[in-house]
């Protein structure tokens, strides 16, 4: 089992920073990728970024290429998500999520096997 604990979320306006952080803890060595995904109200969830553990490979959603940055701490089983130039759409729930599938493409939710309980973020102008 891996257990996930995310940190960091909270309110900001519209051009602040926000920077999110990952625990995993457990038997993580069995997942090889991590990420981020959210959900906003009345939305699907949506893939933001992932990275490959280990290596330096990781993949953004569209909407969020060149302010977002995905990184690693392997040493403490942690992820991090800088958020920049933060916009009103990106209010959400971030989630933090482990698996085995990595893809330059896309994010599947279904190819992740844990996730952490979520953690608000809120952008307002």
């Known amino acids: 089992q891996v257990q996930l604990v995310e940190s960091g979320g909270g309110s900001v306006e519209v051009g602040g920073s926000l920077r999110l952080s990952c625990v995993a803890t457990?038997?993580?060595?069995?997942?090889?990728?991590m990420g981020w995904f959210r959900q906003a109200p009345g939305k699907e969830r949506e893939g933001v970024a992932q990275?490959?553990?280990?290596?330096?490979?990781?993949y953004y959603a569209n909407s969020v290429k060149g302010r977002f940055t995905i990184s690693q701490d392997t040493a403490k089983n942690t992820i991090y998500l800088q958020m920049d130039s933060l916009k009103s759409e990106d209010t959400a729930m971030y989630y933090c999520?482990?698996?085995?599938?990595?893809?330059?493409?896309?994010?599947?939710?279904?190819?992740?096997?844990?996730w952490g309980q979520g953690i608000q973020v809120t952008v307002s102008s």
């Open positions: 990275l490959y553990l280990g290596v330096d490979l990781s």
């Open positions: 457990g038997n993580i060595y069995k997942n090889n990728v």
């Open positions: 999520a482990a698996g085995n599938y990595y893809s330059d493409y896309e994010m599947d939710a279904r190819s992740f096997d844990y």
